[in-house]
C-alpha cells in the first residue's frame, strides 16, 4: 500500500490541502475544530510529512547544528539537555556534530552544517577554529554557548559568569582557613576568566604569594597529572580548585593513589555541577554553572536570531552558585 498523503489526509478531514498545511505548520490562524479534525485524520491514516518537500515549500529544513567542542564532557550534555527541550518545542531539530572529532579528520563541519542549509548554528564550547563558526555566522544564524569567544558581529553568546564562579570557589577554601591554594587552569576564553578570579581573590586577601597555578587539559587525566605534580612540590596545596569537575575527579584520584585523603588531608573543589559532581562516592564541592538554563537560553536566542539576523549580538550571562558537599573542610592544623 502506498503511503498516505496529505490530500487524503485533508479528504479524511474534510477540509483543503492548505488548511492541513497550515495545521501542521503550527499555524494559528485555523479554527480549533478543523484543526481537531485534522489532526485526528493524521494520527488515523499514519501520515508522516514528507521533510524535503515542506523544506522546498517553505525555504528552511528546521534543523540546527550543534557544534560542540568534546562531547566527551558531560557539562556539554546537560547543556545539550536544555538546547533540545527549548527547540523541540519550536518544531526544530538538532544536528550534532563533536569537534573533537572534527580535529581527527582535520574536516569543517560547520560547512557540512551550510551545505545542509540548517536554520540556525550553535557553537557550543572553546573550539580550535574559531574562523569556521566566523564564516559560517556569514551564512547562517549563529549563537555560541558555553564560552565567551569568538565575538562576532550580529551573534548572540549565552555562557556563565567564569570568573564570579572562581571567585565563590577561592573565597569558600579562603573562608575554611585554607592559605595554600591550587588552581588546576583550563584553556581559552574561559580558562583566562576563571584563572583571573581565583588569583584576583588569593590577591585581595594578600595570599598571592601562596596561589599556585597549575596548568591542565580539561580531561580528568589531564587534572590527574596536575594534581600529582601539585603534590609532589616541597610545599604542596591544602586545597585545590579545578577548571572542572572532570579535572576535579582527577584530582580525587591522585590524592587518594598518594595516600592523602579528601577532605582531612587536601580539600577540592571542581566547576560545572556536573552529575560527576552528584555521584554519592564523591560528592563533589562545585560550581554549579546552569548548563541546562545556559543551553535554554541559547535556544531562545537562535530563535529570535531567526526572526532577526541582523540584530545586534548579545552577550548573557548567567549566576553561577557553589555547591557546598562533601570534599570541603578546613585545613588540618599544622603539627
Known amino acids: 500500500m502506498r503511503p498516505p498523503t496529505i490530500r487524503d489526509v485533508a479528504e479524511r478531514a474534510g477540509v483543503s490541502k492548505s488548511l492541513v498545511s497550515l495545521v501542521l505548520r503550527g499555524s494559528r490562524q485555523v479554527r480549533p475544530e478543523k484543526r481537531r479534525a485534522v489532526l485526528a485524520a493524521v494520527e488515523e491514516l499514519g501520515y508522516r510529512p514528507n521533510a524535503a518537500a515542506r523544506s522546498l515549500s517553505e525555504r528552511r529544513t528546521r534543523t540546527v547544528g550543534v557544534l560542540l567542542n568534546d562531547l ?182 591522585a590524592a587518594e593513589e598518594l595516600g592523602l585523603r579528601v577532605p582531612g588531608d587536601l580539600s577540592l573543589v571542581g566547576y560545572d555541577n556536573t552529575y560527576l559532581a552528584r555521584l554519592r562516592h564523591l560528592w563533589l564541592t562545585t560550581v554549579d554553572n546552569a548548563g541546562h538554563d545556559i543551553g535554554r537560553r541559547a535556544a531562545r536566542r537562535l530563535l529570535d536570531r531567526i526572526a532577526d539576523p541582523a540584530r545586534p549580538g548579545e552577550v548573557t550571562l548567567t549566576v553561577p552558585v557553589l555547591e557546598i558537599r562533601g570534599t570541603t573542610a578546613p585545613p588540618r592544623p599544622a603539627g
Open 72 to 253: 566527551r564532557n558531560p557539562w556539554f550534555v546537560e547543556l545539550l539537555d536544555g538546547l533540545n527541550s527549548e527547540l523541540y518545542a519550536s518544531g526544530l531539530r538538532t544536528l550534532l556534530a563533536d569537534g573533537r572529532l572534527n580535529r581527527r579528520l582535520g574536516e569543517d563541519l560547520t560547512h557540512t552544517f551550510t551545505e545542509l542549509r540548517v536554520d540556525g548554528l550553535i557553537a557550543v564550547g572553546t573550539l580550535p577554529d574559531p574562523a569556521a563558526v566566523r564564516t559560517a555566522a556569514a551564512r547562517v544564524p549563529t549563537v555560541v554557548a558555553g564560552t565567551r569567544e569568538p565575538v562576532l558581529p550580529n551573534v548572540d553568546i549565552v555562557a556563565g559568569d567564569d570568573e564570579l564562579g572562581a571567585r565563590l570557589a577561592t573565597e569558600h577554601l579562603i573562608g575554611l582557613g585554607h592559605r595554600h591554594i591550587a588552581h588546576i587552569a583550563g584553556q581559552g576564553v574561559v580558562g583566562e576568566l576563571r584563572r583571573r578570579g581565583f588569583e584576583a581573590v588569593m590577591r585581595e586577601h594578600g595570599l598571592s604569594g601562596s596561589a599556585t597555578v597549575e596548568q591542565g587539559d580539561l580531561t580528568e587525566e589531564g587534572g590527574y597529572r596536575a594534581t600529582v605534580r601539585l603534590l609532589g612540590a616541597p610545599h604542596r596545596p591544602t586545597a585545590v580548585f579545578a577548571f572542572n569537575d572532570m579535572a576535579g575527579v582527577g584530582a580525587l584520584s
